[in-house]
């Protein structure tokens, strides 16, 4: 298979560790004897491997909390304005559906004081009854003091800082100004600048100097027993 190592003086060695990934074309692995009590570093040349999506969302501002990114919006608007504003991103308004999504939002405005960011909840449609933007039912809450009150018609939730860092609130959904938080899904693209090609090894070549290969592998590797020399 793709992770196996290569059959060395007659010993099959095997791998117990992906140990590191280099830039752009050289993959370390750890691998072990299946007899012998002692360990090697194989330095494999390889095709460069696509760019994982979290690492082209999290760019330019967005942060990246398994599966989606974030962004923090600093300019007050209305909650219409916030929704739009990350939709034109391919985003949309954050749902905290857990305690753990409600602790990395947290920290996205940890030490602010003051401002409050739109959160993609609301009751516009039937007072009192909060529903995420999506339409889904709301599992998770994390109210502040005497919210969400009822007496708001039409209300939208943002979420507080300073003493109140996390706790939500309902506020009115056309007259009230706040920032916004966006949330964008992992399977959805930024449209990020393509990566530098790098060169794709000849498979027919010959190898480097110190390298070695066989006609069954597609790869040149080079052995190592310690890791500084690997």
């Not at 003086?9 to 074309?25: D, G, K, M, N």
Request: glycine letters at 8%; proline letters at 7%.
């Amino acid at each position: 298979g793709k992770n196996n190592c290569p059959l060395l003086v007659s010993r099959v060695w095997f791998i117990v560790l992906y140990a590191y990934t280099l830039p752009s074309h050289l993959v370390v692995f750890s691998c072990r004897s299946l007899d012998v009590d002692r360990s090697l570093w194989i330095v494999v040349i390889s095709t460069p491997p696509q760019p994982f999506t979290s690492l082209s969302l999290s760019r330019q501002g967005w942060r990246w909390h398994s599966p989606a990114c974030y962004w923090v919006g600093e300019e007050q608007v209305t909650f219409e304005e916030g929704r739009k504003a990350c939709a034109g991103s391919g985003a949309t308004l954050i749902t905290i559906t857990n305690r753990f999504e409600q602790a990395f939002v947290n920290s996205l405005v940890f030490g602010r004081s003051g401002d409050s960011f739109w959160i993609a909840l609301l009751d516009q449609k039937s007072p009192g009854k909060f529903r995420w933007l999506s339409g889904d039912e709301v599992a998770y809450t994390n109210w502040n003091r005497d919210q969400p009150g009822g007496n708001i018609k039409g209300g939208c939730v943002t979420m507080e800082t300073g003493y109140a860092t996390g706790l939500w609130e309902v506020k009115d959904c056309a007259s009230a100004r706040a920032k916004f938080i966006c949330r964008l899904n992992q399977d959805t693209s930024l449209s990020p600048e393509p990566p530098t090609p790098h060169p794709t090894p000849s498979l027919t070549g010959s190898c480097p100097n110190g390298w070695k290969t066989n006609g069954k592998l597609h790869h040149c590797y080079k052995v190592s027993y310690t890791f500084t020399t690997a």
